[in-house]
C-alpha cells in the first residue's frame, strides 16, 4: 500500500492514526487463520478492535473472534470455545458482488434457464 493510500483510506487497511494510536494504546492478544491482528485497550480491555489482514471487511472476521470482539465472551476464543468438530465447515466472507456469489437459475451469469412454471398460471386476458 502506498503512501497517500495509507494516510487517507481507511477501506483498504489500517491508516497511520490507526497504526499509532495501536502502538500507543492496544495490546495485542491473538492473530486468526486469515492473519487479521486483535487487540484490546490497555487500561480498558473491554475496548476491543481488529487490523485486518487485507481489506477491510467485517464478514472476515471468524464467529469465535466476532464473539470475543462483541464481549460475548471474555477470555480468547481458544480458551474460551470448545474444539471445532469435524461437521463445521469453515465461515467464508459475504460474497455478494463477487463472482462466487449466489445466481439462482435465470439470473444473468448464472448460465442457466429458469424452469419452466408448474402449469399452475393463468394469465388475465380482458373480454
Do not use: C
Not at 61 to 84: H, Y
Request: glycine fraction near 12%; avoid cysteine.
Amino acid at each position: 500500500m502506498g503512501f497517500w493510500s495509507r494516510t487517507f483510506t481507511w477501506w483498504n487497511g489500517a491508516t497511520w492514526g490507526t497504526g499509532l494510536w495501536t502502538r500507543l494504546h492496544g495490546e495485542e492478544v491473538g492473530r486468526d487463520a486469515d492473519g487479521s491482528l486483535y487487540y484490546q485497550d490497555k487500561k480498558n480491555p473491554a475496548r476491543r478492535w481488529v487490523i485486518y489482514a487485507g481489506d477491510n471487511d467485517g464478514s472476515r472476521v471468524p464467529p469465535d473472534w466476532q464473539l470475543w470482539l462483541r464481549g460475548t465472551i471474555a477470555d480468547l476464543p481458544e480458551k474460551a470455545l470448545p474444539p471445532v468438530r469435524k461437521f463445521q465447515q469453515k465461515p467464508t466472507g459475504n460474497l455478494t458482488g463477487t463472482m462466487q456469489a449466489f445466481r439462482p437459475d435465470g439470473a444473468l451469469g448464472s448460465g442457466k434457464l429458469r424452469p419452466a412454471s408448474t402449469g399452475d398460471y393463468e394469465p388475465w386476458i380482458p373480454e
